[in-house]
């Protein structure tokens, strides 16, 4: 299973970014995948995730209505829209899928939100 993970970067407040994750190494249609960040000083949360077939999103009450999660199951890749983006939502993001009981990580995009 590999997870890669682009779109990072250092924007301002109110500006919006678009991550990507690049999965390979799965059945990538059969599973739902994740979004998950870590602040500075902070422990890993939940973003966002979304269904594998019936692309049912689930969003964080901290970024509902600011982030949208999408994924492509021809190209194997899911996407995180954010916009509206605040200087709490900087932190590096993590692409995540739980297969057979364990959980898979990429290696993370930063995002700084800083005027």
């Known amino acids: 299973v590999q997870l890669v993970e682009s779109g990072g970067g250092l924007v301002q407040p109110g500006e919006s970014l678009r991550l990507s994750c690049a999965a390979s190494?799965?059945?990538?249609?059969?599973?739902?995948m994740n979004w998950y960040r870590q602040g500075p000083g902070k422990g890993r949360e939940f973003v966002a995730s979304?269904?594998?077939?019936?692309?049912?999103?689930n969003y964080a009450d901290s970024v509902k209505g600011r982030f949208t999660i999408s994924r492509d199951n021809v190209k194997s890749t899911v996407y995180l829209q954010m916009n509206s983006l605040k200087p709490d939502d900087t932190a590096v993001y993590y692409c995540?899928?739980?297969?057979?009981?364990?959980?898979?990580w990429g290696q993370g995009t930063q995002v700084t939100v800083s005027s």
């Open positions: 979304i269904t594998n077939s019936n692309l049912i999103p």
């Open positions: 995540n899928v739980r297969r057979l009981g364990q959980n898979y």
């Open positions: 190494g799965f059945t990538f249609t059969t599973y739902d």
